[in-house]
């Protein structure tokens, strides 16, 4: 795969390694990615890029055009870092105790900065524009949706858009493609159970919220066994459950707080409607009333059909079959570029993450690294969807 690299990629993936690190050793959680984008920023007025800052508070584009077409594409790299102790040891480990980029937007970033610099150069030749989207906050918050919401695609126009994420378990630089529902949509409800509190060796009288929660915890696990077409990917999961402070106090409230996930649209409903319903149900059949309250996150991740297939093509025709991975399924994870991917066609991509020995971390873990050689990969691959788009 490494003899597929662009030679002008490759002549400054030293430099380019060394960003990385930095990015890495200095990480800025959600929104606050203030040293992050000025770091980028100054990299990309430096080649030449006219760069529009504040999009999404902490993110910024990079515009560069060539030639006389209107073509346009966007490139999509997000910035921030996670709340974890990093404990990899590693010399350029996070400096910042509790914030780590444990999820590779480091090498991201860095990708796409590959791409900036040769994408700039006499050398790489292409017709029409690039926008070069950094992006804040793609763990919390959705900087994508913020983006959006400040106009990222009425200012910066874009015909698709792309954006990819490294692969822990998945062979260094092979790249993997999936056409249609991609990630799951990530939503959290939060459930107030509301009774009537008293003293725990005199129950009658009471309504005890807790009895409610037990009975709603297993009733909501239904939804997935009984309500959910078999084959069908949906999940509830009841992350949080508070209640009670004493042994002999019945409260007057518990409160949980679920993770719903589905991958179709219409699956998303019928997880929320069935949580409102047992929730509402339950409380009243117990004598308590319940709240129900619904936070909508990331919408399913959907690549358009033409936009991949052409992807996938590409990768085959720049770095041969065998670079590609095709048992690539739905995932259960969830990623705001699905904001993007609802307001324009494209596709989001893996990029496989394994180094020499695999390193057994997964992503958000305290011991994960991403791999530095792919950079190069994930940089020529960025260019050739450029060229390929802005002929
Ligand atoms: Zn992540
Ligand atoms: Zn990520």
């Not at 509190?197 to 009471?206: C, D, K, R, V």
């Not at 990768?315 to 991917?341: C, H, K, N, W, Y």
Request: aromatic share 8%; charged share 20%; proline share 4%.
């Amino acid at each position: 795969m490494s003899e597929n690299i662009i030679p002008g990629i490759k002549a400054y993936e030293d430099e380019m390694v060394a960003i990385r690190r930095h990015l890495h050793a200095h990480p800025e959680l959600s929104l606050q990615e203030f040293a992050t984008s000025q770091f980028v920023a100054d990299k990309l007025s430096e080649w030449g890029y006219q760069v529009t800052r504040e999009i999404g508070k902490t993110g910024l584009v990079g515009t560069l055009k060539k030639g006389t077409s209107d073509k346009a594409i966007g490139l999509r790299a997000d910035m921030d870092a996670l709340p974890i102790h990093e404990t990899t040891g590693l010399s350029y480990a996070s400096t910042r105790p509790g914030v780590m980029h444990a999820c590779g937007h480091d090498g991201h970033t860095t990708i796409l900065l590959s791409a900036a610099r040769y994408l700039a150069s006499a050398e790489c030749e292409f017709n029409g524009t690039v926008h070069l989207i950094f992006q804040p906050a793609e763990e919390a918050i959705g900087g994508a949706d913020l983006m959006i919401r400040d106009g990222l695609f009425s200012r910066f126009p874009c015909d698709a858009v792309y954006a990819l994420h490294n692969r822990p378990g998945l062979p260094a630089g092979k790249l993997g493609f999936y056409a249609g529902h991609f990630m799951a949509s990530a939503d959290t409800v939060k459930i107030i159970l509301n009774g009537k509190g008293g003293h725990g060796a005199h129950p009658a009288g009471t309504i005890d919220p807790i009895v409610v929660a037990a009975s709603l915890v297993m009733s909501l696990q239904t939804i997935v066994s009984r309500n959910v077409t078999p084959g069908e990917t949906a999940i509830v999961t009841v992350g949080t459950l508070h209640a009670g402070i004493a042994s002999n106090v019945i409260p007057e409230t518990a409160e949980m707080e679920l993770t719903v996930r589905a991958m179709k649209p219409e699956i998303r409903d019928l997880l929320i409607q069935r949580i409102y319903t047992l929730a509402t149900s339950t409380a009243q059949s117990f004598g308590a009333t319940a709240t129900v309250e619904v936070y909508e996150s990331y919408p399913v991740l959907t690549n358009s059909e033409k936009e991949t297939a052409d992807a996938r093509a590409l990768a085959i025709e720049v770095f041969g079959p065998q670079a590609v991975e095709e048992s690539i399924r739905p995932s259960t994870g969830s990623e705001d570029f699905s904001f993007m991917l609802e307001k324009r066609p494209g596709t989001y991509f893996l990029l496989g993450n394994d180094g020499e020995e695999k390193q057994g971390c997964f992503l958000h873990n305290s011991g994960y690294d991403f791999n530095d050689g792919i950079i190069s990969v994930g940089a020529t691959f960025f260019v050739s969807l450029v060229r390929q788009h802005c002929r």
